[in-house]
């Protein structure tokens, strides 16, 4: 009788056990989650800011051309930055549905 009581304690120390390491396992892969989804925000607002100064730029040197009569090399800058920096934000883009992509197939 002593060895069914001990054997039915054990079997249920084992099953909080292993119900408290899925509970963990999931907690886990949700910190993950929003730690991977905090990372992808902070890199889109950085991106973003880049696009906003480079815009700035640009709207710089056309002021500067207008005013001088004249293109000048501001505007050439300003152009190159826009170029680039809507190029990083594509490319972010283009990540960011690929990765989506691969978590979807991966949930199937």
Do not use: P
């Amino acid at each position: 009788m002593v060895n069914i009581i001990c054997a039915l304690i054990t079997a249920a120390a084992t099953i909080i056990c292993a119900v408290v390491a899925a509970q963990e396992n999931k907690l886990l892969k949700t910190k993950r989650q929003e730690e991977n989804l905090a990372k992808k925000r902070a890199e889109e607002a950085r991106l973003q800011m880049q696009m906003i100064a480079a815009n700035s730029d640009l709207t710089v040197g056309i002021a500067l051309a207008l005013q001088s009569g004249r293109a000048n090399g501001e505007v050439e800058k300003g152009l190159a930055a826009v170029k680039s920096a809507n190029s990083k934000y594509t490319k972010f883009l283009e990540d960011l549905a690929l990765d989506t992509i691969n978590q979807k197939e991966k949930s199937q």
